[in-house]
């Protein structure tokens, strides 16, 4: 499976972004899809995450403010993120967990997220 993020960018606290991740390859093997984000010195960590039947899981930090989606039909994942504070700043993941698997193996190159204070 080949993930590619976009949306990523520059946004002033408060203010709002959308963060797109289109699938390609090997789709039909898609059961989980996440949104993942890192900074530099820590680790990734978990944003949000959402199943093939749309339940979703959100660290505790963005709950109520990020929304996590997907489109079946489209291979997607979709993030918006409201009420941006400078800590969420980071580089955005978007990965994929597949039927079978027990972890997240394939993942994107990431789009960087920075919102100014």
């Known amino acids: 499976v080949q993930l590619q993020a976009s949306g990523g960018g520059l946004v002033q606290a408060g203010g709002s972004l959308r963060l797109t991740c289109a699938a390609s390859?090997?789709?039909?093997?898609?059961?989980?899809m996440g949104w993942f984000r890192q900074t530099p010195g820590k680790q990734r960590e978990l944003v949000a995450s959402i199943t093939r039947g749309r339940s979703t899981n959100y660290a505790d930090s963005v709950k109520g403010r990020f929304t996590i989606s997907r489109d079946n039909a489209k291979n997607a994942v979709y993030l918006l993120m409201n009420s941006l504070k400078p800590e969420d700043t980071a580089v955005y993941y978007c990965?994929?967990?597949?039927?079978?698997?027990?972890?997240?193996?394939?993942w994107g190159p990431g789009t960087l997220v920075t919102v100014s204070s």
């Open positions: 390859g090997s789709t039909f093997s898609i059961d989980e």
């Open positions: 990965a994929v967990q597949r039927v079978g698997d027990r972890g997240y193996f394939d």
